[in-house]
Nanobody, 124 residues
Framework: QVQLVESGGGLVQAGGSLRLSCAAS????????MGWFRQAPGKEREFVSA????????YHADSAKGRFTITRDNAKNTVYLQMNRLKPEDTAVYYC?????????????????WGQGTQVTVSS
């Protein structure tokens, strides 16, 4: 069992930055791939970024490429999402998720554990 708690969301102006954190419980954090997803009002949840268990594999959605960076610190059981040059269309609830090995990192349906989400609001 893995419990995930996101933090770091908030209100920021367009062009600004935020760093989201996701703290995981459990001693097996390093065996899980981690992903960030987001859901805006009235829209479906969408993939943002993902990182493999060792940090050697990273995926970003096209909307995140060049602006967002995903990293993890297995010693701290934490995954981060650094978001730069934020746009109003980045406004959403951001969720972190964990999945076991051998799965598709970009598909939310394959993730096993989810956090409660943190709100990110970007004003124009």
């Amino acid at each position: 069992q893995v419990q995930l708690v996101e933090s770091g969301g908030g209100l920021v102006q367009a062009g600004g930055s935020l760093r989201l954190s996701c703290a995981a419980s459990g001693r097996t954090f390093s065996s899980y791939a981690m992903g960030w997803f987001r859901q805006a009002p009235g829209k479906e949840r969408e993939f943002v970024s993902a990182i493999g268990w060792s940090g050697g594999i990273i995926y970003h959605a096209d909307s995140a490429k060049g602006r967002f960076t995903i990293t993890r610190d297995n010693a701290k059981n934490t995954v981060y999402l650094q978001m730069n040059r934020l746009k109003p269309e980045d406004t959403a609830v951001y969720y972190c998720a964990a999945e076991g090995p051998g799965k598709n990192l970009t598909r939310g349906a394959e993730y096993d554990y989810w956090g409660q989400g943190t709100q990110v609001t970007v004003s124009s």
